[in-house]
C-alpha cells in the first residue's frame, strides 16, 4: 500500500472519497497504519484506486501497476485487495520433441512425407463434443457421485434443523428451508440422455456463432464452452422483455446440475462458463436489451 498518493488519480480518488464521508468522519493520512488482510477497501468510480477505509493508504491496482498479486485456481493472477484481474491465465506451453521417425526440413531423408489429419467437418466435431458434454453431465460417474454428495448434504441440513427442535410450526419451517435450499441441487439421474438432444445443441451452437460473427459480438472458440453454456440456459430459458430467446427443455430442467455443480465436473472452469453463459445471452438481445434472436424449438 501507498502511504502517501503519489500520482494525480490516486489523489482524485482520495479527495472523491473524502469528500463523500461526513464532515465527523473525515480525517488525516494515517502514517503510522500498515494495512492488513483484515483492512476494509473501497474504489471510487471511474478510478483503479484501492482506499483504505480506516489510514486513507491507496493502492493503485489494474494491469502492469499492482503488486499484489496472487494466483487464482484457474492460473489467473488477481490483486488480493480489490480482486481486479492483472493478469490473463497462463498459456499453456508444449513442447516439441523429435524422435528417431520423426524429420524436419532439413533432413536427409527425402522420401520421408508427412502424415496428414483427417478434416473433420465442423458440424460433426461439435455434436461429438456436445455426445461427450452430455454424458459427462447427465449419466457419467461423476454426475452420480455429485447427485448423491449433494443428497447427503441435504438430509444433514434436515437434521441440524430438527436437533434442539420442538414439533411446532417453526421447526418445519427451518427443516422446509433446508431441505429446499439443496432442492437444485438434487436432480435426478437420468438412465439415458435423448440423442435427439445432441444434434439440437450441435445446431444451436452453430446458429449462436454466424450470429455472434455476423454482428462483429464476443463469443467463446470453444465448442464445449458454447454447449455447457447452452445447457445452463436450457435449463430454465432465457426470456428478456418476455420474449422466448431460448426455451425450457424439461429434460434439461428436470435431470439438469444446478450452475454451481458445474465447476464440479472434471475439466470445467467455472469462470469461462459464466463468460460463456453472458455471450450467449448478449447474442440473443441488442444493445438495448431487446430480442434479436429466438432459438428454434426442441422436438424430442
Not at 38 to 54: D, F, G, L
Not at 194 to 207: K, N, R
Request: aromatic share 6%.
Amino acid at each position: 500500500m501507498d502511504i502517501v498518493p503519489q500520482t494525480a488519480d490516486a489523489r482524485q480518488a482520495l479527495q472523491r472519497y473524502v469528500a463523500s464521508l461526513p464532515a465527523n468522519k473525515r480525517t488525516a493520512v494515517d502514517y503510522a497504519h500498515r494495512c492488513t488482510q483484515n483492512c476494509k477497501y473501497t474504489m471510487p468510480a471511474k478510478y483503479n484506486i484501492a482506499i483504505c477505509t480506516y489510514s486513507l493508504h491507496t493502492h493503485r491496482c489494474g494491469v502492469g501497476k499492482c503488486t499484489l498479486g496472487v494466483t487464482m485456481q484457474d492460473t489467473t493472477t488477481a490483486c488480493r485487495i480489490t480482486g481486479i484481474e492483472i493478469q490473463p491465465p497462463a498459456e499453456q506451453q508444449h513442447v516439441s520433441i523429435q524422435t528417431p521417425r520423426s524429420f524436419n526440413r532439413s533432413s536427409s531423408v527425402h522420401w520421408s512425407t508427412p502424415s496428414r489429419r483427417a478434416r473433420v467437418p465442423a458440424g460433426k466435431l461439435i455434436r461429438g463434443t456436445a455426445v461427450d458434454i452430455l454424458h459427462k453431465v447427465f449419466v457419467s460417474d461423476k454426475r452420480q457421485h455429485i447427485t448423491r454428495a449433494a443428497e447427503n448434504s441435504r438430509q444433514n441440513a434436515g437434521v441440524r434443523a430438527l436437533i434442539n427442535g420442538k414439533c411446532d410450526y417453526w421447526t418445519y419451517r427451518k427443516v422446509y428451508r433446508a431441505v429446499d435450499h439443496h432442492f437444485a441441487s438434487c436432480s435426478t439421474v437420468p438412465t439415458t440422455v435423448p440423442p435427439t438432444l445432441a444434434t439440437y445443441l450441435a445446431d444451436m451452437s452453430q446458429i449462436v456463432k454466424v450470429e455472434s460473427k455476423k454482428r462483429n459480438l464476443v463469443l467463446k472458440q470453444n465448442n464445449a464452452c458454447i454447449v455447457y453454456g447452452l445447457l445452463q440456459l436450457l435449463a430454465c430459458g432465457f426470456s428478456p422483455g418476455g420474449v422466448k430467446c431460448i426455451r425450457q427443455i424439461e429434460f434439461v430442467h428436470e435431470h439438469g446440475l444446478s450452475p454451481t455443480q458445474y465447476a464440479k465436473l472434471p475439466g470445467i472452469r467455472a469462470r469461462q462458463q459464466t463468460i460463456a453463459v453472458r455471450q450467449i445471452q448478449r447474442v440473443c438481445v441488442d444493445e438495448s436489451g431487446h430480442a434479436v434472436l429466438q432459438l428454434p424449438l426442441y422436438n424430442p
